[in-house]
């Protein structure tokens, strides 16, 4: 069967490469999607190299950006308005971003979805122990820039629970004979509308202001008693401490209850800038229902995944590395999802060519992937040990060493066997496109002298030739 079906998507998705390309295929194949969130690479000149949680997969990704600012916006906003294009009318959008970049980003976004269409600049306070500075003050938070495709866009309203410092300075009102505790809150809001009937009154609206409830609520309210006035005759509904404990208060756009992700958690796959799961879970629940189908084109560690799958919400989730989709399977595994049943995954190379254009860090991930090893601790050099195999595969332990070339030659064979030896290995693999004739020699005269090493080609690795 088809991932692809009337213009539906049949399953969940994990798609392999360059979102600008994945997103032009589902609008070809007419997919549109109900929610993306996306957290891009910031425009912060750093470059990130790293050590996933479960040593299996070093992920090296660049975050700088040659050309400046300009250049980075000009990037962002040609995947920008394929997102655009990918969306709902009813669909909403979620950037998330810093301060590097922010205000860029929201100046190119007004652009292509339309000023009157930004719904929110959220604040998420992501460091809590502020650190003193000599200048400035502590920068502590992200921003998430919401915008919706039209003025009609899924939205459900999210509630938190009510704090006892909240409820001492809020409801500080008491009804005289039943001690019920309320405040009073207003009836008015930003923007113009039509005037309102309060019992017997009919009361016009202030300029620049609207009513923000129909007539129908209005006089059930006023038949029970809930609104009261004004000494100027201006009405106030009167909202009791209980309603409020049992509905929790509405979530504003200050974002301070989501702690960053811990370094402990069992959710931490090693990502340098990983989100929590509660941040992702707010806004899915936030703009999607059961029926929407969610997108995150830079999906990185597939939190977005794995919150939309866990909510029961259908996803595509697109990242350029393969390191990164490998990591995504095993972490939805934790949650029952399963590759062919689940999600399919596309993308992925498959041939020599697409293997020679990997990103070196790219390439080290796949082969060690394929062989079933771990990834070293340590980025080493060229005459370290890429990866290795514990004595729980061997007798002894094994190193790998990892080579995106032709014709590798005798140097590098007697480099890696003084690698060998000073890490106590007493069985070695190098995977490279082709050797030399001099490698092989090399490697035969070693393993005369009791040390093992086997030279593996790529194309050997790819078509499953290869055994341990």
């Known amino acids: 069967m088809s991932i692809y079906q009337n213009n539906q998507l049949q399953k969940n998705l994990l798609i392999c490469g360059d979102n600008l390309n994945a997103m032009d295929d589902l609008i070809k194949k007419g ?101 003193a500075q000599s200048k400035d003050f502590p920068k502590v938070h992200d921003t998430i820039l919401c915008y919706s495709k039209t003025d009609k866009y899924i939205y459900y309203p999210q509630m938190i629970e009510i704090s006892e410092k909240y409820k001492a300075s809020h409801y500080g009102q008491e009804e005289p004979k039943t001690g019920k505790r309320y405040r009073l809150v207003t009836l008015l809001q930003g923007g113009q509308g039509p005037a309102r009937r309060f ?48 509905t929790g208060i509405p979530v504003g756009d200050i974002w301070k209850d989501i702690a960053p992700e811990n370094a402990q958690s069992s959710n ?75 999600f399919e995954v596309i993308g992925m190379p498959t041939t020599l060519s697409e293997l020679r254009t ?17 990834q070293s601790k340590k980025l080493s050099s060229d005459f370290g040990l890429d990866g290795y195999y514990d004595k729980t595969i061997f007798t002894d332990k094994a190193g790998i060493q990892v080579k995106q ?31 030399s004739k001099g490698a092989n020699e090399e490697a035969a005269r070693a393993k005369s002298e009791g040390l093992e090493i086997r030279l593996i080609k790529v194309e050997d690795l790819l078509l499953g030739k290869v055994k341990i």
């Not at 997919?31 to 957290?39: A, E, K, N, R, S």
């Not at 209005?218 to 029970?224: L, P």
């Not at 014709?407 to 070695?428: H, I, Y």
């Open 358 to 374: 990997l990103e070196p860090f790219e390439f080290q991930n796949w082969v060690i992937n394929e062989m079933r090893a771990k």
């Open 405 to 435: 070339s032709e014709n590798v030659g005798r140097n590098v064979v007697d480099n890696f066997e003084t690698a060998l030896s000073r890490g106590k290995f007493t069985k070695g693999f190098i995977v490279a496109f082709s050797f």
């Open 31 to 131: 997919i549109q999607v109900d929610l993306i969130y996306l957290d891009p690479p910031f425009f912060s000149n750093k470059h990130y190299e790293v050590v996933w949680g479960d040593e299996a997969e070093v992920r090296s990704f660049k975050d700088r950006w040659a050309g400046g600012i300009n250049v980075y916006i000009e990037w962002m906003r040609e995947r920008i308005v394929k997102m655009y294009e990918t969306l709902k009318d009813t669909g909403s959008l979620y950037l998330h971003c810093d301060w590097h970049a922010g205000h860029y980003l929201k100046v190119m976004l007004d652009e292509i979805f339309g000023y009157k269409n930004f719904r929110n600049e959220i604040i998420w306070e992501k460091i809590r122990v502020k650190k």
């Open 199 to 246: 019992a017997k009154k009919v009361l016009e609206p202030p300029v620049g202001k609207h009513w923000i409830w129909g007539q129908e609520r209005i006089d059930n309210a006023m038949k029970a008693g809930n609104i009261v006035f004004s000494k100027s005759g201006r009405p106030s509904y009167k909202r009791y401490l209980e309603e409020s404990e049992k």
């Open 268 to 342: 931490r796959m090693g990502y340098p800038t990983q989100k929590p799961e509660a941040l992702l879970e707010r806004i899915i629940e936030a703009s999607s229902d059961k029926k929407s189908l969610c997108l995150d084109p830079f999906c990185g560690c597939g939190t977005a995944m794995a919150v939309a799958h866990r909510l029961g919400r259908k996803w595509i989730g697109i990242d350029i590395s393969p390191t990164a989709i490998n990591v995504i399977v095993k972490r939805l595994s934790r949650y029952g999802a399963l590759i062919g049943k689940d």
